[in-house]
């Protein structure tokens, strides 16, 4: 199967379990490469494979110490999208993802730091209409990685996957 040309940049994510899913997930979605910086655990982290089910083999990855230098990477070749929830962030729903592209998603408790959010091209974010204001970073990223996917493979969208 040809990939989607997402990459998704995992900023000073604290949990492996969370990285785990993600890679799992990313497998799913058929997604380009995932870019783990900062504190992130990447492989062969003992506690990635108990949610990753085998995914570290079928994704691209690769651990990029330098946040910096993670987003330099991604700002080569993608428009870079940060997962957040700011003042000028708009609606997933609302954005019209471009090919390619990368993700960026922040740190479970801080989320992504003022110096990665000043390199992205636009911030977007998941409406919350409960009492609570955010997502575990999984479900968050399940989310926003399959309206790329929705919209690059609508029949007759103007995004349709070549």
């Known amino acids: 199967m ?9 900023e000073d994510i604290r949990s492996a379990f969370n990285v785990g899913s ?5 497998d799913a979605a058929g997604i380009e490469e995932l870019i783990l910086t900062g504190i992130t655990p990447y492989p062969p982290h003992n ?6 089910l085998g995914a570290t083999e079928s994704v691209k990855w690769q651990y990029i110490p330098d946040k910096i230098k993670a987003a330099e990477y991604c700002d080569k070749t993608t428009e870079i999208i940060g997962v ?3 003042d ?12 390619p592209t990368t993700l960026i998603f922040g740190n479970e408790i801080s989320g992504i730091s003022a110096e ?4 992205c091209k636009k911030i977007v974010k998941i409406p919350m209409y409960g ?3 955010s997502l575990n970073i999984t479900t968050s990223y399940g989310i926003v990685v399959y309206e790329i996917v929705r919209q690059w493979t609508t029949p007759g969208g103007s995004h349709e996957i070549s």
């Open 2 to 10: 040809k990939n989607f040309p997402i990459k998704v940049l995992l």
């Open 22 to 26: 993600i890679f799992r997930t990313s």
């Open 47 to 52: 506690r990635i494979p108990k949610t990753a």
């Open 84 to 86: 957040e929830i700011t």
């Open 88 to 99: 000028d962030a708009v609606s997933y729903f609302d954005w019209d993802f471009r090919k």
């Open 116 to 119: 990665m959010l000043s390199k």
């Open 131 to 133: 009492t609570k204001h």
